[in-house]
């Protein structure tokens, strides 16, 4: 069984870098207002938000399964408290830093009515951090397992997805952001 | 009127298509997520399991002995952290591993 969990562990925190990454360029392709006849932004979006909860759902089962597993015997508090573990501290710290970021994301977004629009912009900048560390965490903590070709590949996949998105996020144009960086004709 | 009203109609079953295809996006998503989990666990656990068997076959081969099966060295080598000393591999501990005796030296069996 402890076995069992071992491998459930890392699959599942596989998959969720997965679902990460998907979330992320999501996320990207929204902000960049990119869109396509079959998918106008709304469904972008609605696919964005999606998709981060069941990131939340497959994380939710790493943390679990790990936690569980009594072979490296890592705690729940050490799971969201960064570097306070004895396995592993600067790797599962990056991990417990990815999780505060996470779930700060998703908490604000689903109380983005009351908190505002700018104060959830700031904290959704955050996003850009996230992604790295996890991806970060996946890398260094998973020893061997981590270093097989076919885990190398899924995890350059996922670099390169995000990359595109980035850059397709950076050079995008649109007359909202383009309005929203020339000065007001009130101002003049 | 009427065309204004048909482009709103329109715009509705437009608006209604493109969520139907994000619940099924989703469900494809999370179903293939269950579906890649079950995949990856059980290819990780052959691949130490295999890797494990190999290692096992080789050190009873050399030494005679039982070796420690890979998945159980590689939790093991995980649990070290940067403060730690590293565990020294089974292998080095084998007979195998162990620098040659030396030549046995003629001792005299008769005076002369």
């Known amino acids: 069984v402890s076995h069992a969990l071992w491998y459930a562990s890392r699959a599942t925190g596989l998959v969720a870098l997965v679902l990460l990454t998907s979330t992320t360029v999501f996320g990207l392709l929204g902000a960049g207002r990119l869109s396509i006849a079959r998918w106008p932004r709304f469904a972008i979006t609605s696919l964005h938000r999606n998709l981060s909860l069941l990131t939340v759902a497959f994380l939710g089962v790493h943390i679990a399964t790990a936690v569980i597993d009594p072979y490296a015997s890592i ?56 992604w790295p560390v996890a991806f970060a965490h996946g890398l260094g903590i998973g020893g ?27 050079t995008a144009t649109h007359q909202d952001t383009v309005a929203r960086h020339q000065p007001h004709p009130a101002a003049r | 009127m009427e065309l204004h009203q048909l482009h709103q109609r329109h715009r509705v079953a437009a608006r209604d298509r493109a969520n139907e295809r994000v619940s099924t996006v989703t469900a494809w998503c999370a179903a293939a997520g269950a579906l890649a989990s079950a995949l990856f666990g059980v290819v990780l656990g ?58 046995p030296v003629p001792t005299p069996t008769s005076g002369s």
């Open chain 1, 75 to 130: 705690g729940w508090a050490d799971a969201v408290l960064p570097f306070s573990a004895r396995y592993q501290p600067l790797w599962l710290g990056l991990g417990a830093v990815a999780i505060d970021l996470l779930a700060a994301l998703v908490v604000t977004s689903l109380l983005r009515e009351r908190i505002g629009l700018r104060l959830w912009r700031g904290i959704h900048w955050t996003a850009y951090l996230c």
């Open chain 1, 144 to 170: 061997a397992d981590s270093h097989r070709l076919w885990v190398l590949s899924v995890d350059l996949l996922c670099l390169l997805a995000v990359a595109v998105a980035l850059a397709m996020r950076s």
């Open chain 2, 46 to 103: 052959q691949a130490s399991a295999s890797a494990a068997t190999a290692s096992h076959q080789v050190a009873a081969a050399a030494a005679g002995k039982h070796a420690v099966p890979v998945h159980r060295r590689s939790r093991a080598r995980a649990l070290v952290g940067p403060t730690q000393p590293p565990t020294s591999a089974p292998a080095q501990n084998t007979p195998a591993a162990l620098p040659p005796l030396p030549a």
